[in-house]
């Protein structure tokens, strides 16, 4: 493998289909790595989740089919932010709920177009290194965040969001989790809140990588120079609380509290699952999508 190759796990006992995915992909200047059913899938990942990128895998194996591997890989501390990708000749919207439920989020139809399944994996990895990256703003070390009961903060850019969800990750039990979600819902209030930049430009800027640049570019402008975002954080005794407030017009929060099979090849779109999923036990939007409440349960001891 060549120096900074991103790495792929192909998990099918189909020689055509592995050929097939071998050869577009490595063609698209990935390393491959298969292997023919999820049992073999999970003692790889177990020995060497760090070599990759993300996981493509069949849904019908033998020993254990793909929405097994998908639960084990969601349910594993060190496997979970692992992007998964599953591809599969089921292709109804029942099906592709299914995938999306057990942890994936993201889906190949066969016969998959060659166009797809780069476009695919390639959104994949994506969206994989942000939140390895972002996993480590958080610090490996307790932080005085901890002893923190109330507080309230306004923000206004994307570093405020990274330097803020960063500290306040450390008031969770699991703060490598926490700060996907917590940035994942900040960027929201931001991009979409108070910038006002919708889904479907939001689908043309990733296209096109100018997405950062015209985040800057609103942040200038004089119509969003007094915009802020508040957040309140309360830590009580059996929960911690993040209450999120933008300046926006608000939006259809409904469309996205699960992935539509609409959707199913977009590039982004997934932030307020994951935050459901990996961050926090309830995430609630109120007012037409301009409040979001973001609930962590604690365990509380009975001594």
């Known amino acids: 493998m060549k120096a900074n190759q991103q790495s792929l796990l192909v998990v099918d006992d189909d020689a055509i289909q592995v050929t097939f995915l071998k050869s577009i992909l490595n063609e698209s200047g990935y390393d491959v790595l298969h292997t023919t059913?999820?049992?073999?899938a999970l003692r790889l990942l177990n020995d060497f989740h760090p070599r990759f990128s993300a996981v493509i895998t069949d849904r019908y194996m033998p020993n254990m089919d793909g929405i097994e591997l998908i639960r084990q890989i969601k349910s594993h501390d060190q496997l979970r932010t692992l992007p998964v990708i599953m591809q599969t000749s089921a292709?109804?919207?029942?099906?592709?709920?299914?995938?999306?439920?057990?942890?994936?989020?993201?889906?190949?139809?066969?016969?998959?177009?060659?166009?797809?399944l780069v476009s695919?994996?390639?959104?994949?990895v994506s969206f994989g290194e942000r939140h390895?990256?972002?996993q480590k703003w958080v610090p490996e070390r307790s932080h005085?965040?901890?002893?923190?009961?109330?507080g309230l903060f306004y923000f206004k850019t994307l570093h405020d969001?990274?330097?803020?969800?960063?500290?306040?990750?450390?008031?969770?039990?699991?703060p490598k989790m926490a700060v996907l979600g917590l940035l994942e819902i900040m960027i929201n209030a931001i991009e979409h809140g108070n910038l006002g930049i919708t889904y479907e430009e939001k689908t043309f800027l990733a296209?096109?990588?100018?997405?950062?640049?015209?985040?800057?570019?609103?942040?200038?402008?004089?119509?969003?120079?007094?915009k802020w975002a508040s957040l309140h954080f309360s830590h009580e005794e059996d929960r911690i609380i993040i209450f999120i407030r933008d300046q926006g017009e608000g939006f259809d929060f409904d469309r996205f509290k699960e992935i539509d099979p609409r959707r199913v090849f977009d590039s982004h779109g997934r932030g307020i699952v994951v935050a459901r999923t990996m961050s926090f036990d309830e995430v609630i939007y109120t007012d037409n999508g301009r409040s979001v409440s973001c609930i962590k349960n604690l365990q509380v001891s009975k001594d």
Do not use: M
């Open 207 to 226: 296209a096109q990588n100018t997405w950062l640049e015209e985040v800057e570019h609103r942040l200038s402008l004089p119509l969003h120079s007094q």
């Open 161 to 174: 969001c990274q330097h803020l969800a960063s500290l306040l990750a450390n008031a969770f039990p699991n």
């Open 120 to 124: 695919v994996v390639s959104s994949a």
């Open 132 to 134: 390895q990256n972002w």
């Open 91 to 116: 292709d109804s919207d029942s099906d592709i709920r299914a995938g999306f439920q057990a942890g994936a989020h993201f889906y190949l139809t066969k016969p998959i177009a060659e166009s797809h």
């Open 144 to 150: 005085p965040i901890e002893l923190l009961r109330s």
């Open 37 to 40: 059913n999820g049992v073999e």
